[in-house]
């Protein structure tokens, strides 16, 4: 009866099948991960760049009132002015900056 199942090969092809479809998966599911981490970091590209478009700028006026006796200011309030500049980085430019290579040079041997 041993002799029989070691003998036996019956159960052989459907394990070459089953590491071959396994395999086939797991290259399917590394493909459609790769597309999906491009389709996400080009969307939370596409966020940063609406937030670097968001205008910060703002201003408001100023208040006063004065008494209604005698002309002298009763409240005073000044006006504020802020205008949002363009960064470096808005709108993906920035660059990276890379060094040309340089040689190495001679070894020192104690």
Do not use: W
Request: net charge negative; proline share 2%.
């Amino acid at each position: 009866m041993i002799k029989a199942l070691l003998n036996d090969e019956a159960g052989f092809i459907v394990s070459a099948e089953l590491v071959l479809v396994a395999t086939l998966l797991v290259i399917g599911l590394i493909v459609g991960l790769s597309s999906i981490q491009h389709a996400v970091v080009a969307e939370l590209n596409d966020v940063g760049d609406a937030i670097g478009e968001v205008n910060q700028s703002y201003m408001y006026t100023g208040f006063s009132a004065a008494k209604q006796v005698g002309n002298q200011p009763k409240a005073y309030t000044r006006g504020s002015q802020y205008n949002d500049q363009q960064d470096d980085c808005d709108n993906d430019q920035c660059d990276l900056a890379c060094d040309v290579p340089m040689a190495e040079g001679k070894k020192k041997f104690n």
